[in-house]
C-alpha cells in the first residue's frame, strides 16, 4: 500500500508520497505508525479532527478498515470552489 | 448530459452555459467563484495577489461526477457542468463553474447551490493564498461550508 499525502500535510510531511508500513488494521492504526517516525509526521498527524481521508480515491472515516486497498490519502478539510 | 473538467487554463463560460442550453432545458443556473483579494478574515490587512490550486489528481473527476450525477438525479435535470481550475491564479480570476440545466427555474437554480455546496466539502481540492508581503497561507476549510452541504442530506 502507498500514503500519498497532499497541502499543508505535505509540506509538513517533507513527501508527497510513500510505502506504507505493514501491521495498520484500520486508518487509525496506520496514523499512530506513522506518527512513530516523528518529526514532521508526528507534527502533521498529530491532531486527527485537522485531517480526512481517502482509500482508494473514497472519502472514509479514521475506523475504516484498510482492507486490500492500494493507496490511502491523507489531506486536510478540502478548501476548493 | 455530464460534462466535469479540471485544468489549468481560464474557461469559457457562454460555450459551457450554451451547451446545457441544448440538452432540452427550460432553465440554465450557473454559479462562478473568483479570487478574492481580501482573502483571509484572518489577515485582513494582507492583500491576496494569488491563490495556489492543489488537487487529488486521482480522485478529483470521479469526485466531481459522482456529486454532479447526485444533483441530476436528485433534481431531474437534463445537464450538469463543472470546470474547477488548478495552479496559480491571480486576483480577480474565475477558479470555478457550476452550472444546472432543468426543465423549471427551481430545480435549476436549487441544482446550481448543490453543486458548489457539495463541490466544497467533497472534491479534493486545497487553496494557498500568496499575500502582497511575499507570506503565504493555506487555506483553513470553514464550518459554515461544512454546514450547508450538511443542508442537503
Known sequence: MKIVYFAWVREQIGCDEEPAPEGAVTVADMLDLLRGKGGGHAAALGDESRLRFALDQLMVKSDAKLGNASELAIFPPVTGG | ?153
Do not use: N
Open chain 2, 1 to 153: 448530459m455530464i460534462d466535469v473538467q479540471v485544468q489549468t487554463e481560464r474557461f469559457d463560460s457562454g460555450a459551457a452555459l450554451d451547451a446545457l442550453a441544448q440538452t432540452g432545458a427550460g432553465a440554465v443556473a450557473s454559479f462562478i467563484g473568483i479570487v478574492r483579494a481580501d482573502g483571509d478574515v484572518a489577515y485582513p490587512d494582507r492583500r491576496v495577489t494569488a491563490l495556489e490550486l492543489e488537487q487529488y489528481p486521482a480522485m478529483t473527476e470521479a469526485a466531481l461526477r459522482s456529486i454532479s450525477e447526485a444533483a441530476t438525479e436528485r433534481f431531474s435535470l437534463t445537464g450538469a457542468i463543472i470546470i474547477h481550475r488548478i495552479g496559480r491564479l491571480e486576483a480577480g480570476e474565475p477558479i470555478v463553474l457550476a452550472a444546472a440545466a432543468a426543465p423549471h427555474r427551481a430545480d435549476a437554480l436549487d441544482a446550481c447551490a448543490y453543486l458548489i455546496d457539495r463541490l466544497k466539502t467533497g472534491a479534493p481540492f486545497w487553496k494557498k493564498q500568496h499575500f502582497a508581503d511575499g507570506s503565504a497561507k493555506w487555506v483553513e476549510a470553514k464550518g459554515s461550508d461544512d454546514a450547508r452541504a450538511a443542508g442537503w442530506e
